[in-house]
């Protein structure tokens, strides 16, 4: 990834990139949302252990960063017997992507404040007498003395 934003803007980019980009995702993240959106079906962990070829405790970590981004939902199961089961499959597109603008909106507005900030603070500074400033306008005449 690059480190700028003038680099990122720079690179070719795909859609994907915005999982990683937005939400902070890691590959495995990727590849079990991946694995999910491809399902005719809601997956256990387990299943998506298997397809990813991963342990079920690092599948599970990755799936709990995808339910925290938003990604996934989660059902649960209720067996007849008693007792119950977990099962996971993909928040609906058009929400994620509603929710992306919307971060990307308060992050946009966040930046322009930094920006305004950035000007108000250096733009002070300009305009502040220093005693060099003091010192050249005398030398030049173009100071004014009042009686």
């Not at 915005?18 to 949302?33: A, N, S, V």
């Not at 809601?42 to 690092?58: G, M």
Request: glycine share 4%; proline share 3%; hydrophobic share 30%.
């Amino acid at each position: 990834m690059a480190d700028s934003m003038a680099e990122q803007l720079q690179q070719e980019m795909v859609c994907e990139g915005l999982l990683e980009c937005i939400h902070g995702l890691k590959r495995l993240d990727k590849e079990c949302y991946r694995v999910l959106v491809e399902s005719d079906e809601p997956l256990t962990i387990d299943a998506v252990a298997d397809r990813v070829d991963r342990e079920r405790s690092t599948a599970y970590r990755s799936i709990q960063r995808l339910l925290e981004s938003g990604l996934l939902q989660k059902e649960q199961i209720n067996y007849d017997q008693g007792g119950y089961y977990h099962v996971y499959y993909p928040t609906d597109p058009t929400q994620i992507a509603n929710d992306m603008q919307r971060t990307i909106n308060d992050w946009y507005a966040k930046m322009s404040q930094l920006i305004q900030a950035f000007e108000d603070k250096y733009d002070q500074a300009e305009t502040v007498d220093t005693p060099e400033t003091d010192d050249r306008t005398a030398a030049s005449g173009d100071a004014t003395t009042v009686e």
